[in-house]
């Protein structure tokens, strides 16, 4: 079950609290001061008021995955996904009117980043995997399935996102346990569409669709 599944409505995107710690636009030098000083107080915990209705109290995300889990990410991952959402370069719609915001400028996105960074990852019950029939179809029975699984993960993913799919130590290879199968699949075919850039010599959207089911089935195996 999602952690968090009931329907919310997503704030206004003004960040009105960021607005007002980072005012700036202050007459006198010593309100300019002043906003200096609130500017520096300005926590991740803070920012994060802007994330919690999509990515759920500790960034456990939700609604099937709909929204991603973020929780204990790496740093560097988190802080590069947030900039390529402010520069459009990977395009979400329900995150692009938060990160055009002026004020989420790199010391921003770097405080949240962080934050979120320093949650633990949530216990999901993703395990075991569903496929759907169109994906069981292609192969010759749910053994096949989970052989090609397991063999598409080895050949092609093991390499970069590591045997266990837990990332890489640096944050340059993101963890792909504990993270919804919806939202996995939606990436595979974000990048295979070009809607978001592969690293040049990835091939994480080189999967056709029964084998991307496959192979997600098989990383919810990993991550079990
Ligand atoms: C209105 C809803 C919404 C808000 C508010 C929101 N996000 Fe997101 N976020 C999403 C969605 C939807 C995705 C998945 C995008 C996709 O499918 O590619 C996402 C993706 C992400 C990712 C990428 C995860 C990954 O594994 O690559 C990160 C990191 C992230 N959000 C962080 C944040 C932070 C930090 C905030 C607050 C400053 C925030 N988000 C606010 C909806 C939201
Ligand atoms: C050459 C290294 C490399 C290989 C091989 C590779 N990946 Fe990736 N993958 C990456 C990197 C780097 C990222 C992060 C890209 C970014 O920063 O936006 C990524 C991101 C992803 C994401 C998005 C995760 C998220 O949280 O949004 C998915 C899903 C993914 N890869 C699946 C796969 C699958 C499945 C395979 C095998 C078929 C694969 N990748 C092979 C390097 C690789």
Do not use: N
């Given at each position: 079950?999602?952690?968090?599944?009931?329907?919310?409505?997503?704030?206004?995107?003004?960040?009105?609290?960021?607005?007002?710690?980072?005012?700036?636009?202050?007459?006198?030098?010593?309100?300019?001061?002043?906003?200096?000083?609130?500017?520096?107080?300005?926590?991740?915990?803070?920012?994060?008021?802007?994330?919690?209705?999509?990515?759920?109290?500790?960034g456990?995300?939700?609604?099937?995955?709909?929204?991603?889990?973020?929780?204990?990410?790496p740093?560097?991952?988190?802080?590069?996904?947030?900039?390529?959402?402010?520069?459009?370069?990977?395009?979400?719609?329900?995150?692009?009117?938060?990160f055009?915001?002026?004020?989420?400028?790199?010391?921003i996105?770097?405080l949240?980043?962080?934050?979120?960074?320093?949650?633990?990852?949530?216990r999901?019950?993703?395990?075991?995997?569903?496929?759907?029939?169109?994906?069981?179809?292609?192969?010759?029975?749910?053994?096949?399935?989970e052989?090609?699984g397991?063999?598409?993960?080895?050949?092609?993913?093991?390499?970069?996102?590591?045997?266990?799919?837990?990332?890489?130590?640096?944050g340059?290879v993101?963890p792909?346990?504990?993270?919804?199968?919806?939202?996995?699949?939606?990436?595979?075919?974000?990048?295979?569409?070009?809607?978001?850039?592969?690293?040049?010599?990835?091939?994480?959207?080189?999967?056709?669709p029964?084998?991307?089911?496959?192979?997600?089935?098989?990383?919810?195996?990993?991550g079990?």
């Amino acid at each position: 079950m999602p952690a968090r599944h009931r329907r919310r409505r997503p704030r206004p995107m003004l960040p009105a609290l960021l607005l007002c710690a980072l005012a700036t636009s202050a007459p006198s030098p010593a309100a300019e001061d002043a906003a200096d000083d609130a500017a520096a107080e300005v926590t991740g915990e803070q920012i994060y008021a802007y994330c919690v209705d999509c990515h759920g109290k500790r960034g456990e995300g939700g609604d099937g995955g709909t929204y991603p889990r973020i929780a204990g990410l790496p740093q560097p991952y988190i802080d590069r996904q947030l900039h390529a959402f402010k520069s459009q370069a990977r395009r979400t719609k329900p995150m692009v009117p938060i990160f055009q915001h002026h004020r989420f400028d790199a010391e921003i996105i770097d405080l949240v980043a962080g934050h979120v960074a320093g949650f633990s990852p949530p216990r999901l019950s993703l395990w075991p995997y569903e496929p759907s029939a169109a994906a069981l179809e292609a192969f010759a029975d749910k053994a096949a399935f989970e052989a090609a699984g397991a063999e598409l993960y080895a050949d092609a993913c093991a390499g970069c996102h590591g045997a266990d799919a837990s990332g890489d130590d640096a944050g340059k290879v993101p963890p792909l346990i504990v993270q919804y199968p919806a939202y996995l699949k939606k990436q595979i075919g974000d990048f295979a569409r070009g809607e978001r850039k592969m690293p040049a010599d990835a091939r994480c959207g080189e999967v056709p669709p029964a084998q991307a089911e496959a192979v997600i089935s098989h990383i919810v195996e990993l991550g079990k």
